[in-house]
Structures are given as structure tokens and as C-alpha cells.
């Protein structure tokens, strides 16, 4: 079945560690990929999001993640996180031509300060 | 600009009660999505409306589940009657018409920020 896997549940770090938070789809053709973060008592907000072109993509507060077309990945990046990236981070996908997101389970990030 | 608005925030209902959940879109937002996250799992896909049509229905779980969008404005999602598997948080999204980027279509959704649905 087409998925989005994010295999990461739960990541707790300390301030100023790197970040990596996996992202793997199974759809075939073209796509659009999202992350969005979801910070405790707030409604999901879209990080960033990749169409076409440099792989690589910046978002804000510092996070980016990069498309890997032959793996299939869109790992969300942060070479230092802080306390207050404390969220849940959720990878989707669109389809071309659809409107609708596909989104993983989410990953929760807890930053010990 | 007032973003995307959902009303109740939290509800809690018995097994066999019906709820109705609404969403106040961005404003001029002809695009309204409805999603669902269980506990522990995805948030998925239920319905979209362009203006005050269904586009794609194809997420609604069964036919417990009614969704409307008199007028082209705000949207309600019934559940009715509500059973225990249907507990979760009911995301509301909206977004403008569509537009071509990249050779594909895209509408940036911004999301509401949800109601907990519990049903007892």
C-alpha cells in the first residue's frame, strides 16, 4: 500500500545536538513533500516543503531537509536544535494532480534543555 | 488575516450520541480539506470541498459521517451515531484555488488547530 513512514516515534535530545528525523514514501511519479510541525497547544504549521529543482530545501527556524528521489526520503534536518523545537514533526506528501496530503505518524521531539 | 477556526475545541460524547464539528476556513479560501488522526496514527485524509462542492470524498470512513458546506463557507462534519473508533482529533484545513507549480497543482493548507473528539 502507497505510505508515508516515518520511523522515528519519539526523539528526545539536548540543546545544541544535530537533528535528523527519517522520511520515507512509497508513492510512484511526481510528488510534492512537506513538513510540518505541530508545537504543543498549537494547530500544524508547514516547515517547508519541496516542488522541483535543488533538492535540498530550507525551511524555517533553521530546519532543512533534502529529497532523495532514488530512496525515496525527505529527512528533515537541524544541525542544533533548541528547547523550543519541542514539537511533533509530521512528513506529507501530494500527489500531482491531487489536492490532498498524505501525512506519516509523526515523529515527537523533545529538546532537554 | 484570521487563519482557519474549529469549533469545539473538545468534545466528549457517549456511544450512540451525534456530534457536529465545524470549520470556519481562511477567508476567500475556495479549497476546505477535512482530516482525522486516531491516537498513535497518521492524520488521514477524510473529504475536500471546492466552495460548496465534494470533490473528493473518497477518505470518509462510512456513512456515520456527513460533511457539508452550505454556501461555500464554513463547514460542518456530523458523526452519526458516533462509536468508540471514531475518538480523535479532527483537523480543518483550507486553502486557495489551485495553481500550477513546478507541472504540478498545489494548494499550500493551513491547518486549524483541531478538535479532540472522545467518545465514551
Known amino acids: 500500500a502507497q505510505s508515508v513512514s516515518q520511523h522515528n516515534h519519539h526523539v528526545i535530545l539536548s540543546e545544541a545536538a544535530s537533528l535528523e528525523l527519517g522520511c520515507n514514501y512509497s508513492?510512484?511519479?511526481?510528488?510534492?513533500l512537506f513538513w510540518y510541525v505541530q508545537y504543543p497547544g498549537q494547530h500544524l504549521q508547514l516547515l517547508l516543503k519541496?516542488?522541483?529543482?535543488?533538492?535540498l530545501v530550507k525551511g524555517i527556524k533553521g530546519f532543512e531537509a533534502e529529497f532523495i528521489k532514488s530512496k525515496f526520503s525527505f529527512n528533515l534536518r537541524k544541525p542544533s536544535v533548541q528547547w523550543s523545537d519541542t514539537a511533533e514533526y509530521f512528513c506529507?506528501?501530494?500527489?500531482?494532480?491531487?489536492?490532498?496530503?498524505?501525512f506519516g505518524t509523526g515523529t515527537r521531539l523533545t529538546v532537554i534543555p | 488575516e484570521a487563519g482557519v477556526t474549529q469549533f469545539p475545541s473538545h468534545s466528549v460524547i457517549e456511544k450512540g450520541q451525534t456530534v457536529t464539528l465545524r470549520c470556519d476556513p481562511i477567508?476567500?479560501?475556495?479549497?476546505l480539506y477535512w482530516y482525522r488522526r486516531v491516537m498513535g496514527k497518521e492524520i488521514k485524509f477524510l473529504l475536500h470541498f471546492v466552495k460548496e462542492s465534494k470533490q473528493d470524498e473518497s477518505g470518509m470512513p462510512n456513512n456515520r459521517f456527513l460533511a457539508e458546506r452550505t454556501g461555500g463557507t464554513y463547514s460542518t462534519l456530523k458523526v452519526q451515531p458516533a462509536e468508540l473508533e471514531d475518538s480523535g482529533v479532527y483537523f480543518c484545513?483550507?486553502?486557495?484555488?489551485?495553481?500550477?507549480?513546478?507541472?504540478?497543482?498545489?494548494?499550500?493548507?493551513?491547518f486549524g488547530p483541531g478538535t479532540r473528539l472522545t467518545v465514551l
Open positions: 519541496y516542488f522541483s529543482g535543488d533538492p
Open positions: 506529507a506528501v501530494n500527489k500531482a494532480g491531487a489536492n490532498n496530503l498524505f
Open positions: 477567508s476567500g479560501h475556495d479549497n
Open positions: 484545513a483550507s486553502s486557495r484555488p489551485s495553481r500550477a507549480s513546478g507541472g504540478s497543482s498545489y494548494n499550500e493548507q493551513f
Open positions: 508513492y510512484g511519479g511526481t510528488v510534492n
